[in-house]
């Protein structure tokens, strides 16, 4: 058991809430950030429900992480801390204005978070950023099956270029955000150390009982939106990516302060390509039950991604985090059991 005190911003969110169950069970004491009471509470009650240890959660209020100072008074008021994990940034495609909406909060919560543990947080010696895939890969039109994409690559859109629809928007709000805080470890030279997790798209089961199962956080939505197919309904293949489950994601972030290894690096979680054909065919394999409810779709256009998505090679990462990934079935089953039960 440790006393360690770790700060997550953004504790509400999909990826979050997975992430301080982990600690809670792994012994650490969590400081959440959310944006409203509820939210704080809500999580603190799952934990509770949960059998787990949810007097070692905390939560303090951070309504908009874009506001300067956003997160000073939270950490003024926790000296015990000394890992932040910082999770909180917009994930989703609907907006009105794109630099607003996404690239402001994603790079200016940011640089608030840094320069708050610089500031409040002395004592804070290990920073993990969640990063993405996002910030790495090639996508869209700049997609690019010939090139294997590693550790060291970068998403080659200009800020100017993110602007064009929500879905660049996204892809350029989680560049724009992990330079500025290589930069900002770069420039002002703080006491902790940086580590980034850039997972692909993340998959699995919700980290506890799903209330409200007509839309799910984004990545999670591309399995609902899969269940919520009629019969006479065409599946299309616009839609190809990589897959890591979320179990192994909040994993990724507990090995990148805990292992020395991780300091500095940038951990790529990803463990296999899909397409929406694949997901349909997976489920339609494993719950006999749905197939009726849903179309047949084309397995053969199952593989489809291999004319979209650019290789990965993450062995470097593998080595450093040292487990297995949850593969694609697992992770598929497992969330439309959740979904469905
Ligand atoms: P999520 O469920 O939407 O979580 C996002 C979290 O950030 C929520 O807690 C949200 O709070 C908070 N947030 C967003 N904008 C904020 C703002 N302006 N002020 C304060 N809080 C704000 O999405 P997720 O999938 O867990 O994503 C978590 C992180 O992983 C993000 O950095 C995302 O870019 C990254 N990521 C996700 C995936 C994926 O496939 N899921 C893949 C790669 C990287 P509210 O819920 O209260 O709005």
Redesign the pocket.
């Known amino acids: 058991m440790t006393s360690t005190s770790v700060f997550v911003?953004?504790?509400?969110?999909?990826?979050?809430?997975e992430l301080v169950k982990q600690l809670i069970k792994k012994g650490y004491n969590v400081v959440g950030?959310?944006?409203?009471t509820e939210?704080g509470e809500s999580l603190k009650s799952n934990l509770k429900d949960a059998g787990l240890a949810s007097e070692n959660f905390e939560f303090e209020i951070?309504?908009?992480?874009?506001?300067k100072g956003?997160f000073d008074e939270a950490l003024e008021k926790h000296p015990e801390v000394t890992v932040f994990l910082?999770?909180?940034?917009?994930?989703?495609f609907n907006v009105t204005d794109i630099e607003k909406e996404l690239l402001i909060?994603?790079v200016e919560?940011t640089k608030n978070a840094l320069t708050a543990i610089k500031a409040h947080g002395p004592q804070i010696k290990k920073v993990v950023?969640?990063?993405?895939?996002?910030a790495i890969g090639s996508f869209l039109e700049y997609s690019d099956p010939s090139k294997t994409r590693t550790e060291d690559d970068w998403n080659v859109a200009t800020y100017e270029q993110s602007k064009a629809n929500a879905i660049h928007g996204?892809l350029g709000?989680?560049k724009y955000?992990e330079l500025a805080a290589w930069d900002f470890v770069k420039e002002e030279k703080p006491n902790f150390t940086l580590s980034t997790?850039?997972?692909?798209?993340?998959?699995g089961p919700q980290a506890f009982e799903i209330k409200d199962k007509s839309q799910l956080?984004?990545?999670?939505e591309l399995i609902n939106g899969v269940l919520k197919l009629k019969p006479t309904d065409t599946v299309t293949n616009e839609l190809t990516g990589y897959f890591?489950d979320?179990r192994d994601?909040a994993h990724a972030h507990i090995v990148a302060f805990e292992k020395k290894e991780a300091e500095g690096k940038r951990l790529l979680?990803a463990e296999s390509p899909f397409s929406t054909q694949s997901i349909l065919k997976q489920i339609r394999e494993d719950f006999p039950q749905l197939r009726e409810e849903l179309p047949k779709g084309d397995p053969a256009e199952a593989e489809y991604w291999k004319k979209t998505e650019s290789p990965i090679d993450n062995q470097k990462t593998k080595d450093i985090l040292g487990f297995k990934f949850i593969d694609f079935k697992k992770s598929v089953d497992d969330s439309v059991a959740q979904i469905i039960a």
Do not use: E, M
């Not at 910082?86 to 989703?92: E, G, L, N």
């Open positions: 911003s953004g504790a509400s969110g999909f990826i979050a809430q950030t959310v944006r409203s939210k951070v309504k908009d992480i874009a506001v956003a910082h999770t909180a940034s917009p994930f989703h909060p994603a919560g950023v969640t990063s993405s895939y996002a996204y709000s989680k955000a997790v850039n997972p692909v798209y993340v998959f956080n984004t990545s999670s890591i979320v994601v979680l």
